[in-house]
């Protein structure tokens, strides 16, 4: 279903990467807002959301960026999109370089990469009936479908758990939950082959939430997809990822695969946020120690240099002040940036990281 003989949507000329390959890759990727004042609008500062990231995405796999509100994680999502100009730094998407391709150039891709926002309340037009809102990607793109438009939104909705006869509907009509799923079907519209997941649950009630998470894993089982999720609650991206990056002012401190990170995580903001995590089971509560950090998170227009956790972090030495700790693979596919990881195992040099 991803391939140009079998997906009338596919864009041509495009080469699809098989299991496994990369699909996805960003080298020092920037976004600095400037700040600007006076009569003649001079930029007198910026806010640094995004702070030169490096990682890469393979083939049908989730890949998860997690960390405290307002570490950037929106902001990389909307990057990966194209939905905000990067300042500096790749975007290579199948071999592609579309970090500044202009709106004409990327329309085609539109169709390859999506996105499902946070909120289902503020990305559904009030205005318009479900019919409309999933079946606008087949008229942006002009994509013609055997047995009509209608017909291909139907089936749209009944493949996310709503009913056809929910075509003529308003979104005012439906519940959160309800909502989020005709996001996904509008999103699924065109068979993606990547879409960016921005906390697609976090505004849904606790009930809801695994309904709308087993529904992407089903979604992305049956059409191939590759999703990367931004996400702040750790026990569902523990669930759903394949591979995680922890974020932090900006900045990925951690990358490493699911069972790696949660349990030997090495860089000392990973261990703190996974001490946070509530524990169901009654006879493990009590017995983890939680991290309380000092301090708020210090302002992304005035970064502290060096290592940007140093302000909060209690392993701090002089070093962490002043020399940035460079993301290096401490253990096999697990890297951190970080002067005195936790968990490392002994005897081992840090290699250079290759941003996998």
């Given amino acids: 279903m991803t391939t140009a003989d079998t997906d009338p949507t596919a864009v041509p000329g495009v080469v699809e990467p098989e299991m496994g390959e990369e699909l996805l890759s960003v080298t020092n990727l920037t976004k600095h807002f400037p700040i600007r004042r006076g009569l003649l609008q001079r930029q007198v500062g910026a806010v640094q959301a995004v702070d030169g990231l490096d990682f890469t995405v393979k083939k049908g796999e989730t890949f998860s960026l997690v960390g405290e509100s307002g570490c950037g994680k929106t902001t990389t999502g909307r990057l990966l999109t194209r939905l905000l100009e990067p300042t500096d730094g790749k975007i290579i998407f199948e071999g592609r370089d579309i970090s500044h391709l202009g709106d004409g150039k990327m329309r085609p891709l539109r169709r390859d990469v999506q996105m499902i926002f946070q909120d289902p309340y503020g990305s559904l037009n009030p205005r318009h009936t479900v019919g409309k809102i999933v079946g606008a990607p087949f008229r942006l793109q002009n994509v013609k479908t055997e047995g009509g438009t209608k017909k291909a939104v139907q089936e749209l909705l009944e493949l996310v758990g709503l009913s056809p006869e929910h075509y003529n509907r308003y979104p005012h009509e439906f519940s959160g939950g309800q909502r989020q799923r005709i996001g996904i079907a509008r999103t699924l519209a065109l068979r993606p082959k990547l879409i960016v997941a921005d906390e697609p649950v976090s505004a849904l009630d606790v009930s809801i939430q695994a309904q709308v998470v087993n529904l992407l894993e089903d979604l992305q089982d049956e059409f191939d997809l590759t999703y990367v999720m931004i996400a702040h609650d750790l026990s569902v991206v523990r669930h759903v990822s394949d591979r995680v990056a ?9 990358i490493a695969d699911r069972v790696g990170l949660y349990e030997t995580p090495m860089h000392p903001y990973t261990l703190a946020l996974l001490s946070a995590v509530p524990i169901p089971d009654t ?21 502290p240099p060096a290592c940007r956790f140093h302000t909060r972090c209690w392993k701090a030495q002089d070093i962490c002040k002043t020399v940035e700790p460079p993301l290096l693979q401490l253990a096999p596919g697990h890297q951190a940036a970080c002067h005195f990881p936790e968990n490392q195992p002994g005897g081992e040099a840090p290699k250079k990281a290759t941003a996998s």
């Fill in 246 to 254: 922890v974020m932090y002012l900006g900045k990925i401190v951690e």
């Fill in 283 to 303: 006879k493990r509560r009590g017995k983890q120690e939680r991290i309380r950090l000092q301090g708020d998170v210090p302002s992304p227009i005035d970064p």
